[in-house]
């Protein structure tokens, strides 16, 4: 029978991992759509418009958050960023599972407003230590800009039992599969099938 898509909803640490498990999912599961988040920072080396971030000014943000058009959004390093929620329920009507990557604040957001869809996960490094090399390693970011992400993964990590979930992410095979299995359990949530509809069928 026809059923709605989901969400799944993967947050944690800059640094923790999150965008090449995201990659190995794609590999592994179809008819999905990774939604797209809108920022107003400034595009890094090698990023494009469209595929990494959608790219706007501060003042398209803005005037996009008085429309209602984002399913959530947040001020985060002093840059907003957020979701669009219409291509969020178009995807999901059309039955996909939604891969978001979004911060704590914007996960908050999104349960109180379609948690119904939503299964969360949040995904982290080993120690602190680890996540400090790892932004080291990348090496993208100021070291006063590394302090404030650490100091910002220590406040998420204590609202991590907020989510369904919870990765270690100290090795990348192992979370993988983890998170493979949680996503395809996502798939058959009671909430994405028309109950009463297969209950009259079922009667029938």
């Known amino acids: 029978m026809q059923k709605d898509g989901s969400i799944l909803l993967i947050s944690g640490p800059s640094g923790a991992g999150k965008s090449s498990l995201i990659s ?4 592994e599961l179809k008819d999905i759509y990774f939604s797209v988040s809108v920022t107003t920072r400034e595009k890094r ?9 959608h790219f706007v000014s501060k003042e398209e943000f803005e005037k996009d958050i008085n429309e209602g058009f984002f399913l959530e959004w947040a001020k985060v390093h002093g840059n907003y960023y ?12 059309k039955g996909k ?13 999104a349960k109180k407003r379609i948690g119904e869809f939503i299964t969360s996960v949040f995904v982290t490094t080993p120690t602190q230590d680890e996540l400090k090399r790892r932004l080291l390693r990348r090496g993208t970011d100021k070291k006063e ?6 100091d910002n993964a ?4 204590k609202l991590a039992k907020e989510y369904d979930f919870f990765i270690i992410n100290d090795n990348l ?8 299995s949680i996503a395809i359990a996502s798939r058959v949530r009671s909430s994405t099938y028309n109950l009463e509809k297969f209950i009259t069928k079922w009667q029938s």
């Open 24 to 27: 190995e999912l794609e590999k």
């Open 82 to 93: 957020g979701t669009s929620l219409r291509h969020t329920l178009e995807a999901i009507k």
């Open 173 to 180: 095979n192992r979370a993988k599969k983890e998170l493979l």
């Open 97 to 109: 599972l939604v891969i978001f990557d979004i911060d704590v604040q914007g996960f908050l957001q």
């Open 145 to 150: 800009d590394i302090k404030r992400r650490l």
């Open 154 to 157: 220590l406040d998420e990590l």
């Open 45 to 53: 080396d090698g990023e494009i418009d469209g595929v990494d971030y």
